[in-house]
């Protein structure tokens, strides 16, 4: 397949609000160009060998010049790359997408052009204003408000005054007072309202509404910044009844959350839903452990040695089957053991693959599986972990006659590197609460974080899973630390929700 330029859209910010094309377009370039109003998070889906190249300007400030841009997307599609040129919204919508179009067209380059969910239509739907309703708009108009003093050859003020439907700027804020003049002096009513959305659809969007009159004393004093759509017109006075997404219960929170690299972020979905912004610190780093594959290979071998095999962790299962995978063993070869398990996401990671384990504990610390397999005849247990998984497990039963047979299968070692990020999340913004879903994790973050930043920890609301994390954290920190009715992750969204 010959390599081609794509000029996509990227949507508003949100990171639902982009096209499966685009995605698809991120997926598969081998250079991607982004700007600021790009959500950073779609990068993460770009290929290890994807070259990554920033091209942000702000309004007033060219980091890259256009004809530079253009140079770098006809370049490295001359070296047989797939270029992908990812734009904030809608590419045609004052991105300069149709200048670039032009100038592949020109150098006789294959291209494409995937549209984006414009932040001019977009980004007041998440504010709360439609652009058209039938008792208010029936057409819209996207100008740019860009500060060209002499524009009038550009922008027709004196039609655009009178027209009836939403007016909508682009880059405006700079040049407020200029917009609204024209727009007062060609006869636009002053009480007109208006309203500005910044960083909208993003976490920290933020909408204020006035009238066209008190438009520039509001930027002042609400110190409104670039990006903003500036709107006006009666579609505005919606906003209050249609706001849905500033009125979401954790919107304008911020939220630490801890995650392995091996594990994916449920809890980080359910967290955005309710429109939280969820800062994610892989504070442990997980890998299997090269000399437990063979180990595990002549334990499988010797499976009817074995009366249970017990997990208590999501990458216990994970590893595990990976290595039945490796060495081509068949699940059936499990049949005469039971499987017990700990832990809904372990629960749920064997269920996934087919396995339903035989006993389960409801509450989510090894002293209550123990008693739940003890209940059983006493026996050999297979239990396959982490290296630095607790001993309770293996004393309790051993206590009561079973054998255990601990075998470490994969490491977990804190994650150093992502120290600084982490202090700075904490200084940087305010954090409201911050989730532990295990006592290894509340302990790894503390090592990582350096007992001399523990106070950080101390100013925000801490989340925990359970009465053994719970007992951990309370053991390092009195204040602010709340335990969820349940061992959910829907049940630590529900909590931080009751503390608002
Ligand atoms: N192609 C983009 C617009 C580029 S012009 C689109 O279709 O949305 C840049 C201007 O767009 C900004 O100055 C701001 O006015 C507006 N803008 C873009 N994204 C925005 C966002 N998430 N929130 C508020 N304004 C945004």
Known sequence: MSNKVYIVGAGPG??????????????NADVLLYDRLVNPDFLELKKDTCEVIYVGKESSNHIVPQDQINRILIDKFNEGKTVVRLKGGDPYVFGRGGEEAETLYDEGI???VVPGVTSAVGGLCYAGIPVTH???????HIVTGHSKKDDQNEINWSSLAK???????????????????????????PNTPVGFVSWATRYNQKTTLSTLKDAKACVERENIKAPTIFVVGDVVKLADKLNFFEKKPLFGKNI???????KNSELRKKLEEKGARVIEIPTIDIKSMESSKSIIKNKINGINGYDYLAFTSYNSVKY????L?????????????KICSIGAATTRELEDRGVLPDITSERFDAV???GEISKNSIGKVLFPCSEIAGTDLQKCLENKGFAVDRVEIYSNKVNYSERERVVDAFRNSDVDFITFTSSSTFENMIELMGHENMELLEKCKIISIGDITTKTIKSKISNNVFQSKEVSMESMVEKMIELL
């Open 134 to 140: 039938r008792d208010y708009s029936s057409s819209f």
């Open 368 to 370: 209550s599986l123990a």
């Open 325 to 337: 995978k490796l060495y081509r063993f068949d699940l059936r070869k499990l049949a005469n053991v």
């Open 320 to 323: 595990f089957f990976d290595i």
């Open 14 to 27: 949100d990171y639902g609000l982009i096209t499966l094309k685009a995605v698809e377009c991120i997926k």
């Open 163 to 189: 027209e009836k439907g939403t007016l909508i700027f682009l880059m405006g804020i700079g040049n407020i007072e200029h917009i609204v003049k024209q727009l007062i002096d060609n006869g636009k009513e």
């Open 256 to 262: 630490v959350i801890t995650r392995s690299r091996a």
């Open 110 to 112: 294959e291209f494409e």
